[in-house]
């Protein structure tokens, strides 16, 4: 086991769709069904850093709070509350954005732990595939133009 912080998945993407585009969709922290993979249901307690969301991901809950929400460096943090299923501890998930410029977004989903009782490969390539997935779930809400997830009263936590 070790204490210092691993990062143990990493997916990136790139979107043909603005920065704002992109992070309205990321901001909104209680919108994962819409686009998250196998994400059926999403509520959230609170407002603004500290919000905790609870997520059902077949057929299984998890419960997370927001750290971080920064809609100028359009960055969100995240800890995954225990109890979990990870075999690890201090587990945080990280979206960056970044605009490529000409309407275009990258979008970085990055996780770290530490105390894994597992290597931390074996983990993380349950979480890239999970992250993977749902990236492309965000590319096909931004490319259907999808309604906005603010219009139904889940408006940005920040």
């Known amino acids: ?8 998945a990493r997916v990136t993407a790139e979107f043909d769709r603005p920065i704002e585009t992109v992070w ?5 922290f209680g919108g ?11 509520s959230v307690e609170g407002k603004g850093v ?3 969301r609870t997520v059902v991901r077949n057929g299984n809950s998890v419960r997370e709070r927001l750290e971080t929400i920064d809609p100028v460096k359009h960055v ?3 800890q995954i509350l225990p109890p979990h299923s990870l075999p690890a501890q201090a587990v945080h998930g990280n979206v960056i954005l970044r605009s490529l410029g000409a309407g275009r977004t990258e979008i970085l989903w990055r996780s770290d732990a530490t105390d894994f009782t ?9 979480i890239e595939a999970f992250y993977a997935a749902s990236i492309e779930g965000l590319r096909r809400v931004l490319e259907s133009n ?4 603010f219009g139904r009263g889940r408006g940005p936590i920040a």
Do not use: N
């Open 32 to 42: 994962l069904e819409d686009w998250a993979d196998g994400v059926s249901a999403c």
């Open 50 to 52: 500290g919000a905790i």
């Open 146 to 149: 999808f309604p906005s997830p």
């Open 1 to 8: 086991m070790t204490s210092s912080s691993i990062t143990y």
């Open 76 to 78: 969100l943090r995240y």
């Open 118 to 126: 597992v290597p931390p490969e074996v983990i993380g390539a349950r």
């Open 24 to 28: 309205a969709r990321i901001a909104c």
